[in-house]
Structures are given as C-alpha cells and as structure tokens.
T-cell receptor, first 111, second 112 residues
C-alpha cells in the first residue's frame, strides 16, 4: 500500500543546531508540503513543492529550507534551530488539487 | 491575516445528536474546500470535500454545506459517535494552486 512516512517521530535538539526532518511518500505524487501545527494556529504551511527541483515558500518559511531531488522525498531543514521552532511538523502529498495525504508527524523540541 | 477561521475552539455534543462545525473564509477566490479529522499523535485524515459549484456534499454521516455569499461552510455529523471525538480542520484552496490554507481547528468531544 502507498504511504507517506516521516522520520524521526520525535527529536530533541539544542538551539543553534541544524536539524533535518525526513519525509518520504510512495504515492508518486508530484505535490509535497510541509506544515507545522501549533496551539491556536492550526496547520501553517512552511514550504511546498510541485515537482522535482521545484520549491516554494509558504506562510512561515523563515528559518526553514527544503530541496526536492526526486519525486518521493522532501526533507525539511532547520538551518539554526530556535526555541520558537518547537512544534509538531507534518508532511503531506497530493495529486493536483485533490486531498492531501498526511504523514504521522514529527514532534520537535528545541532546548 | 487569517483567511480561514474556525471560531469555535471546542464543541461538546451528546452521542447520537448532531455535531455542527463551522468555518468562515475571507478570500472570495477560494473555490474548493476540504475537511480533515485529526486524532492525537496522528496526521490529519481527509473527510470530505466540496467545490464552489455545489452547496452540499454528503458522505455517509458527514455532510458539508457551503454558503458562498456568506463565505461560510459547515460540517454536519449525524449521528455523532464517541469515535468522532477529534480535532477537525477546514481548508480552502483557489484555482491555479495546489496548496491549501487551513483553519485553526475545532476540538469535538462526543459524550457517551
């Protein structure tokens, strides 16, 4: 069965460290998205990609970067982790404007 | 500026009764809407969608209503079951993009 996975599921890091969160989908979807979920803010879009080598900034992209070298993966990098980036991160993928399929999430704590 | 708003952070409903979750949007360009359900420690899962060419879409116990003039949509769950207890997000998109703007979510608790 096709799926979307995220790793790690939990991560604790220190302020200033670089962190990379992995997202892998086997749906063969062109579109991939990264969100963060925070209390009172719902799901906010960080970055998204409509295909290989395509990346776009979302509404809360400062301090984050992505790269898309193949269809299956969209890793999210925090260049220099800050306490404000403590959150739950979700990756999603979709075909055209159809519903997005979400991964199980990564809980990141920045100390 | 929150383009998609869910003004009720939480809602409690008795089992068997109707649950009504509301969502308002400000951008008149939005023409496709989704509802998601999210359990703790899991990713959101898709529930139901509606296009702006319709004003109602049904799928089993779930019905979504769209009022374009009021820029308002609602999700009705009938009858509500304890397993429906979750956080519900609405999301909106406009033509020419594949991304969605999500609301802040409503936590539904169905009481047995």
């Amino acid at each position: 069965d096709a799926e979307i996975t995220q790793s790690p599921r939990h991560k604790i890091t220190e302020t200033g460290r670089q962190v990379t969160l992995a997202c892998h989908q086997t749906w063969n979807h062109n579109n991939m998205f990264w969100y963060r979920q925070d209390l009172g803010h719902g799901l906010r879009l960080i970055h998204y990609s409509y295909g290989v080598h395509d990346t776009n900034k979302g509404e809360v992209s400062d301090g984050y970067s992505v790269s898309r070298s193949n269809t299956e993966d969209l890793p999210l990098t925090l260049e220099s982790a800050a306490s404000s980036q403590t959150s739950v991160y979700f990756c999603a993928s979709s075909d055209y404007r159809a519903e997005q399929f979400f991964g199980p999430g990564t809980r990141l704590t920045v100390l | 500026d929150q383009q998609v708003k869910q003004n009720s952070p939480s809602l409690s409903v008795q089992e068997g009764r109707i649950s009504i979750l509301n969502c308002d949007y400000t951008n008149s360009m939005f023409d496709y809407f989704l509802w998601y359900k999210k359990y703790p420690a899991e990713g959101p899962t898709f529930l139901i969608s509606i296009s702006s060419i319709k004003d109602k879409n049904e799928d089993g116990r779930f019905t979504v209503f769209l009022n374009k003039s009021a820029k308002h949509l609602s999700l009705h769950i009938v009858p509500s079951q304890p397993g429906d207890s979750a956080v519900y997000f609405c999301a909106a998109s406009y033509s020419g993009t594949y991304k969605y703007i999500f609301g802040t979510g409503t936590r539904l608790k169905v009481l047995a």
